[in-house]
Nanobody, 117 residues
Framework: QAQLVQSGGGLVQPGGSLRLSCTASGFDISFRYYDVTWYRQAPAKERELVAF???????QFTDSVKGRFAISRDDAKDTVYLEMNSLEPDDTAIYYC?????????WGQGTQVTVSS
């Protein structure tokens, strides 16, 4: 069945970098047609949109990560990446990727990112 598998994440010191991956498998329609969004949810906070990349590679970022995070996709590998630089303690959260196309939405399993010294 269709699924998104996330990888990357972990513990990093403030100022460090991490890269998250979101890889699709089992999709009936080519992953290249899907728009992909990264969300995060920190303890006791609402889920927040972090970054978005469309099927034509237009991108959007929440203000707090602009200039620090980058989003990209490699459709040959059915994968979207979230490159996170200059990480701050406030970036600590569970990160989720979501792929959407024609009303269908698929969620990754989530991955923990912890920024702490």
């Amino acid at each position: 069945q269709a699924q998104l598998v996330q990888s990357g994440g972990g513990l990093v010191q403030p100022g460090g970098s991490l890269r998250l991956s979101c890889t699709a498998s089992g999709f009936d329609i080519s992953f290249r047609y899907y728009d992909v969004t990264w969300y995060r949810q920190a303890p006791a906070k609402e889920r927040e949109l972090v970054a978005f990349i469309s099927r034509i590679r237009s991108t959007q970022f929440t203000d707090s990560v602009k200039g620090r995070f980058a989003i990209s996709r490699d459709d040959a590998k059915d994968t979207v990446y979230l490159e996170m630089n200059s990480l701050e303690p406030d970036d600590t959260a569970i990160y989720y990727c979501v792929a959407r196309f024609l009303g269908n939405a698929y969620w990754g399993q989530g991955t923990q990112v912890t920024v702490s010294s």
